[in-house]
């Protein structure tokens, strides 16, 4: 059974750093992009990175481009995002989610597994 879980969200100041891991397990994830989204308040879920299944390749938003980095350990089934001068804005449940498309991978509709979520908060 296919699955990804995320990881290592919680309460963290503006300014601050979170990581987030996004475990893979019951499929290949090593032939997979994978690519993370955030649902935050009142907001609807939004694309915020992907890497190739190489790791060679990424994309960031460019609300998070030069903050947030994303990179991959092929050998654990597990993709990380490195997330740095957090905001208040950044306050969101963030996914990931396994798909095939590199150049559609901010496209919700081009990704098939999806984690359930870990929740971040951005606050004093």
């Known amino acids: 059974q296919p699955q990804l879980v995320e990881s290592g969200g919680g309460l963290v100041q503006p300014g601050g750093s979170l990581r987030l891991s996004c475990a893979a397990s019951g499929f290949p994830a090593d032939y997979y992009v994978i690519g993370w989204f955030r649902q935050g308040p009142g907001f609807e879920r939004g694309w915020v990175s992907c890497i190739s299944s190489s790791g060679d390749n990424t994309k960031y938003a460019d609300s998070v481009k030069g903050r947030f980095t994303i990179s991959r350990d092929n050998a654990k089934d597990t993709v990380y995002l490195q997330m740095n001068s957090l905001k208040s804005e950044d306050t969101a449940d963030y996914y990931c989610?396994?798909?095939?498309?590199?150049?559609?991978?901010?496209?919700?509709?081009?990704?098939?597994?999806w984690g359930q979520g870990t929740q971040v908060t951005v606050s004093s």
């Open positions: 989610a396994a798909g095939s498309y590199l150049a559609g991978c901010y496209s919700e509709e081009t990704y098939y597994y």
